[in-house]
């Protein structure tokens, strides 16, 4: 592949290195580092190993994908708290938080959900939670303040009968992803009861951006040597770099260098197969080290591209190991509500990348949808008295009413 880049690439780097590239002077931005106790350095290792995973068992589903481990966790571990008995242990060790307390986890998430946004002035980093109930289903106080609370979750009852009731859900999440995902469901299903939903947006800015000027149409190759073309944008300067057995890996930094894209690139006869092989929690811990050791000139040679992606993640979470959670019947959702039958009918994954000359903006929506099983012969039958209503008092053996009477309103 590098011969098609190599001429361009000479010729165009001594240019570069020439130009003042429009960058962010870190003097105007100092990074304030996120301090983590020794429990919530754990809690983000583990995180960080059910991101592997699920990137790794999509990657055997799908060939390009784009997703957002950290809105998938916030969704699930949100859903979580309304989790008991098996369920709520299953959902937290695949999620990699089986170690630990829900008070634990939960403190964890707000301190990220607080921490990243203020990490880089010049980098937008929106998080934000919801959950929507159905009008007049009854949802447990208790897990209500816990979302509320650890989650910064703004709760909504809301009738999914209405026609507007997607729309309402849907403009919220395009608001929170500055129009990026402006749709999240079609329906409201007759057994759905609650949705819980992450948005999660990002939109930085290079530490060195790139100039147009070099940007230039060039081959995109595949493992079996067809091409497509793309549209590649180029520049050289000081990153940091490290190479293995599997790849070469640069990173490129955003705004004060908080947040950074860290690219890695197959090291030659590596194929994609062997590479994911190599792509693990362990191996990336210590590549890291490498990559924070030193800065090399790099003339560095990557696509601009837009993409959308939609993932149905629930097949995946199954085969992770998550499965009762979607078991109709055998779910146990008891700390979520008194209400049983409940289950998850829905884990969805929307998200969004652009990468360009000036930096990436990223958007991901992942929505939790909780569902009614339909009633069986054994099941509490609803009678929820939300409205206007006549009630008597009656001695029973006689019949005798003894008194009478109709509510309006509570007193």
Known sequence: MMRYFAPMIKTVAVLLLLSACDGVSSDTNERPDIVLTKTEQALTNDANRFAFDLFRQIAKEDKNFFISPLSASLALSMTANGAAGGTALEMKD???????SFKDMNAYFEKMCTALPKADKLTETG???????????????????????YYLAEIANLD???????????????????GKIDTIIEEIPAQMIMYLINALYFNGTWTLEFSKDYSYDGP??????????ARFMMQTGEFAYTANDYFTIAELPYGNEAFSMVVLLPREGVIMDKALEGFTLDNWSRWLSGLSSSKSNLTVVLPKFIFKYEKDLIPTLQAMGMVLPFMEGAADFGNLSPVGGLYIGLVKQKTYIDVSEKGTEAAAVTIVGVEKTASGPDDPIPFIVNKPYFYLIREKSTGAILFMGRMIAPC
Do not use: H
């Open 94 to 100: 695949v999620l990699g938080f089986g170690a630990y």
């Open 127 to 149: 998080i934000a939670n919801s959950i929507w109930i159905r009008n007049g289903f009854p949802v447990l106080d208790s897990f209500k303040e816990t979302v509320r609370s």
């Open 160 to 178: 999914f009968s209405s026609p507007s009731a997607v729309k309402t859900i849907n403009d919220w999440c395009a608001s929170k992803t500055n």
């Open 220 to 229: 995109f190759m595949s493992e079996q040597g067809s091409y497509a073309m």
